[in-house]
Every structure is written in structure tokens, then in C-alpha cells.
């Protein structure tokens, strides 16, 4: 269920990247868009690194890594 939710965590941070980019295009910078998708953004990748910390240290994800 954690990793479920980290990846679509992931994909609605993707698809305000792509908004934003349609709307650094598109608008003439009178619009705000751009800045609502940017905080947008900010705040799915805080809220994605929060989850991946809850995970880790609540033990539902665990690293493999040899190092």
C-alpha cells in the first residue's frame, strides 16, 4: 500500500512538472499557472520524501544496498 501510494505520489509530481512546462509555454506571464504549479510540485515532492522517510524507518521499506 506505501509503495502504491509513493508511485502515484511520483506520477501527479510528473504531471505538474508537465502542466507547468504547458504553461511556461503557453501563458504571456500575466497568469499565476505557473507559480500554483511549481508550489504544487514542491509540495507532492515533500510529501513523497516524507512517506519514503515514514516508510524506512516504520520498516515497510527496507534498502538493499550493499554499502
Do not use: C, E, N, Y
Not at 40 to 56: H, K, N, S, Y
Amino acid at each position: 500500500m506505501l509503495k502504491a501510494a509513493i508511485v502515484l505520489m511520483l506520477l501527479a509530481t510528473i504531471a505538474s512538472l508537465f502542466s507547468g512546462l504547458f504553461f511556461l509555454a503557453r501563458d504571456d506571464g500575466q497568469s499565476t499557472r505557473l507559480l500554483k504549479a511549481l508550489t504544487v510540485r514542491v509540495t507532492l515532492a515533500v510529501l513523497t520524501l516524507a512517506l519514503v522517510t515514514w516508510g524506512l524507518l516504520s520498516g515497510q521499506l527496507v534498502s538493499h544496498a550493499p554499502f
